[in-house]
């Protein structure tokens, strides 16, 4: 194919500097986005009723959109960065996309199978496993060895021994649009699993195209991915934050009147139950729902990002409606939604530490720390991590409309009548400020602001790192191991549709906790209308133990706030430079028994054998 003198002699290109991308929009409505570091370019021609096809496209790190004019300027951009690419990497590997017939369901890979099998042999067993929207009806994905990589509608971009002349290969990849309507109008619901899933098997295929064929040091497939977030995204990202921000969850579905309702059940030799009374709410939820389908996220092409921000859209609507249901029956169906419900392995691995491990009645009443003394030793922590960066700021509110000690946006509450033994303030500390206070602050340094309020679902992994923090200093003690277990059976206990009663006695008579420990589990349980967040502790352990097991990494975890499901995600956005690493460390990393106790729980221990 050949192209006019003019443009033979114009660099259409420019200089491709180390560390730097080229985006730039191009005569005949094209647009480029090039990686400098990623030897490999998607490209799409434009066309009618496809926009999801165009969509799709624009996952990846680099693409070529290419007008529906003027073919012979677009011939000449992919001669001139294929000769590029490949002489700075010794290959470059180029895949145009296409949609095929309206009523396929079958991916078509066109392309050199004798040259590249384990590549397109990637690409299909990926593929292959994307399901369908249609009930009965499996994807299916096949590679044709032709010399033909494009539609059969469509004049080749490049002849094949032209591309391989400028050190390219080239395949075809023709997708069944199975995830838009007769008229081109997507299915939304299903084209974000088909695009997430469609993304990481071209991403898949390229790594090891680029791992084989070039000289390209990317680690992972991870890196594949768009390097860059769009000014759009991160104003959903602030947006979600403020609307966070904007109210204090668990200081909304907390009694203000927990003295009273204390005293008046001990009075009552535990016969009488006070009506719970709560804060007025400060922000109206019916509009922070408007805010929150306001925003466009099914607009958000990156795949990673699109479902993190469609989950914690989900989580802030249910939290809202939540807020509006204090005090009924329905707060409790909507938190049974929310914290996932309870497990059969979380229960069983709760009445284990309770057979297990007997309350400490000495330990109990010895009592020697006030408010103001956490508050004294929780400032010395602060100045730790102050330390580290001389920005970290925290304060400590000590109130007497508080029933627990809380983190919340960064800063520590804690009930004014608080008391509690030099141990268990160790361990309280390193769980507080080490975790929850600290996870809050390195999200603050990431350049999306939820990471610092939380993905969707942060709790347990949250919990689950601040309790282990409590055993590597060596203060997990047996009545806090009792109290977490304590929660899960309470709130089995709950959901089996047990009274306020019922459960205190359950934890009093059967488990043997003491009043007041029984009091403070159950009275929690019942807060807004029944909350099973208390569950979520040794729900989050066991994740993490079974994570580090699995050779996960600690560190990594403490960067933000997100769910262990997140992890290949964040993995993903770290790998693309889009996120960092944790800016703050905590103290309890460099303890002297850090490694025996972190080795135990690799290990798979069983919880009751930590103390």
Same mark, same amino acid.
């Given at each position: 194919?050949?192209?006019?003198?003019?443009?033979?002699?114009?660099?259409?290109?420019?200089?491709?500097?180390?560390?730097?991308?080229?985006?730039?929009?191009?005569?005949?409505?094209?647009? =480029?986005?090039?990686e400098?570091?990623?030897?490999?370019?998607?490209?799409?021609?434009?066309?009618?009723?496809?926009?999801?096809?165009?969509?799709?496209?624009?996952?990846?790190?680099?693409?070529?959109?290419?007008?529906?004019?003027?073919?012979?300027?677009?011939?000449?951009?992919?001669?001139q960065?294929?000769?590029?690419?490949?002489?700075?990497?010794?290959?470059?590997?180029?895949?145009?996309?296409?949609?095929g017939?309206?009523?396929?369901?079958?991916?078509?890979?066109?392309?050199?199978?004798?040259?590249?099998?384990?590549?397109?042999?990637?690409?299909?067993?990926?593929?292959?496993?994307?399901?369908?929207?249609?009930?009965?009806?499996?994807?299916?994905?096949?590679?044709?060895?032709?010399?033909?990589?494009?539609?059969?509608?469509?004049?080749?971009?490049?002849?094949?021994?032209?591309?391989k002349?400028?050190?390219?290969?080239l395949?075809?990849?023709?997708?069944?649009?199975?995830?838009?309507?007769?008229?081109?109008?997507v299915?939304?619901?299903?084209?974000?699993?088909?695009?997430?899933?469609?993304?990481?098997?071209?991403h898949?295929?390229?790594?090891?195209?680029?791992?084989?064929?070039?000289s390209?040091n990317?680690?992972?497939?991870?890196?594949?991915?768009?390097?860059q977030?769009?000014?759009?995204?991160?104003?959903?990202?602030?947006?979600?934050?403020?609307?966070?921000?904007s109210?204090?969850?668990?200081?909304?579905?907390?009694?203000?009147?927990?003295?009273?309702?204390?005293?008046?059940?001990?009075?009552?030799?535990?016969?009488?139950?006070?009506p719970?009374?709560?804060?007025?709410?400060?922000?109206?939820?019916?509009?922070?729902?408007?805010?929150?389908?306001?925003?466009?996220?099914?607009?958000?092409?990156?795949?990673?990002?699109?479902?993190l921000?469609?989950?914690?859209?989900?989580?802030?609507?249910?939290?809202?409606?939540?807020?509006?249901?204090?005090?009924?029956?329905?707060?409790?169906?909507?938190?049974?939604?929310?914290?996932?419900?309870?497990?059969?392995?979380?229960?069983?691995?709760?009445?284990?530490?309770?057979?297990?491990?007997?309350?400490?009645?000495?330990?109990?009443?010895?009592?020697?720390?006030?408010?103001?003394?956490?508050?004294?030793?929780?400032?010395?922590?602060?100045?730790?991590?102050?330390?580290?960066?001389p920005?970290?700021?925290?304060?400590?509110?000590?109130?007497?409309?508080?029933?627990?000690?809380?983190?919340?946006?960064?800063?520590?509450y =804690?009930?004014?009548?608080?008391?509690?033994?030099p141990?268990?303030?160790?361990?309280?500390i390193?769980?507080?400020?080490?975790t929850?206070?600290?996870?809050?602050?390195?999200?603050?340094?990431q350049?999306?602001?939820l990471?610092?309020?939380?993905?969707?679902?942060?709790?347990?992994?949250?919990?689950?790192?601040?309790?282990?923090?409590?055993? =590597?200093?060596?203060?997990?003690?047996?009545?806090?191991?009792?109290?977490?277990?304590?929660?899960?059976?309470?709130?089995?206990?709950?959901?089996?549709?047990?009274s306020?009663?019922?459960?205190?006695?359950?934890?009093?008579?059967?488990?043997?906790?003491?009043?007041?420990?029984?009091?403070?589990?159950?009275?929690?349980?019942?807060?807004?209308?029944?909350f099973?967040?208390?569950?979520?502790?040794?729900?989050?352990l066991?994740?993490?133990?079974?994570?580090?097991?699995?050779?996960?990494d600690?560190?990594?975890?403490?960067?933000?706030?997100?769910?262990?499901k997140?992890?290949?995600?964040?993995?993903?956005?770290?790998?693309?430079?889009?996120?960092?690493?944790?800016?703050?460390?905590?103290?309890?990393?460099?303890?002297?028994?850090?490694?025996?106790?972190?080795?135990?729980?690799?290990?798979?221990?069983?919880?009751?054998?930590?103390?």
């Open positions: 194919m050949k192209t006019s003198p003019h443009l033979d002699k114009t660099d259409l290109i420019g200089k491709l500097r180390d560390g730097e991308r080229t985006v730039k929009s191009l005569a005949h409505n094209g647009f =480029l986005f090039l400098h570091d990623v030897p490999f370019l998607l490209i799409y021609r434009k066309k009618a009723n496809d926009k999801g096809t165009l969509r799709l496209a624009r996952t990846a790190a680099s693409y070529l959109i290419i007008g529906e004019e003027n073919t012979a300027y677009f011939t000449e951009i992919i001669k960065l294929t000769h590029k690419m490949s002489a700075r990497f010794g290959s470059f590997f180029l895949i145009e996309i296409y949609s017939d309206p009523k396929s369901n079958q991916f078509i890979i066109r392309g050199p199978a004798h040259k590249l099998p384990v590549s397109l042999e990637v690409l299909r067993e990926a593929l292959v496993k994307i399901e369908s929207t249609t009930y009965g009806v499996k994807l299916d994905a096949k590679i044709e060895q032709t010399k033909e990589r494009q539609q059969s509608s469509e004049k080749p971009l490049l002849d094949i021994e032209t591309i002349d400028c050190g390219g290969t395949i075809g990849l023709e997708i069944p649009p199975v995830y838009r309507d007769a008229e081109g109008e299915y939304p619901i299903y084209f974000r699993q088909f695009q997430e899933s469609v993304s990481v098997a071209i898949q295929s390229v790594f090891e195209f680029i791992r084989v064929q070039t390209s990317l680690a992972n497939y991870y890196a594949l991915g768009k390097r977030i769009h000014k759009e995204v991160f104003k959903m990202d602030r947006v979600l934050t403020e609307i966070e921000n109210y204090q969850f668990l200081l909304l579905v907390a009694p203000v009147n927990i003295q009273s309702i204390r005293e008046v059940f001990f009075e009552s030799k535990f016969k009488k139950v006070e719970y009374h709560y804060r007025l709410l400060p922000i109206d939820p019916d509009i922070l729902k408007r805010r929150l389908y306001n925003l466009e996220i099914d607009q958000i092409d990156d795949p990673a990002l699109s479902y921000f469609h989950e914690k859209r989900e989580e802030l609507d249910q939290q809202l409606t939540m807020l509006k249901e204090r005090g009924s029956k329905n707060f409790f169906y909507s938190s049974v939604r929310l914290y996932k419900g309870l497990d059969t392995n979380v229960l069983t691995e709760a009445e284990l530490i309770l057979q297990h491990i007997s309350e400490d009645k000495e330990k109990a009443k010895n009592k020697e720390l006030t408010a103001n003394n956490f508050a004294e030793m929780a400032q010395a922590e602060f100045d730790y991590l102050r330390k580290q960066d920005n970290y700021k925290c304060k400590v509110h000590i109130r007497k409309d508080v029933n627990v000690m809380m983190v919340s946006n960064g800063e520590l =804690l009930p004014s009548d608080y008391t509690l033994s141990k268990e303030a160790e361990a309280l390193q769980h507080e400020i080490g929850h206070a600290l996870t809050h602050y390195n999200g603050l340094q350049p999306l602001s990471l610092s309020v939380g993905f969707a679902d942060y709790d347990p992994l949250q919990e689950g790192i601040a309790v282990l923090s409590e055993y =590597l200093i060596g203060g997990l003690s047996a009545n806090r191991l009792r109290l977490l277990a304590g929660r899960v059976v309470a709130g089995a206990a709950l959901m089996d549709n047990a306020f009663i019922d459960v205190f006695n359950l934890l009093h008579k059967t488990y043997n906790f003491s009043k007041e420990r029984a009091f403070n589990i159950t009275s929690r349980m019942f807060q807004g209308g029944g099973l967040k208390d569950i979520i502790y040794l729900k989050g066991m994740q993490l133990r079974d994570y580090l097991k699995n050779g996960g600690l560190e990594f975890l403490l960067a933000g706030k997100f769910a262990i997140h992890v290949p995600m964040i993995t993903d956005l770290t790998s693309r430079k889009l996120l960092q690493p944790p800016k703050l460390k905590p103290r309890y990393l460099k303890t002297d028994n850090f490694n025996r106790r972190i080795n135990n729980i690799k290990q798979g221990i069983s919880l009751f054998k930590l103390i």
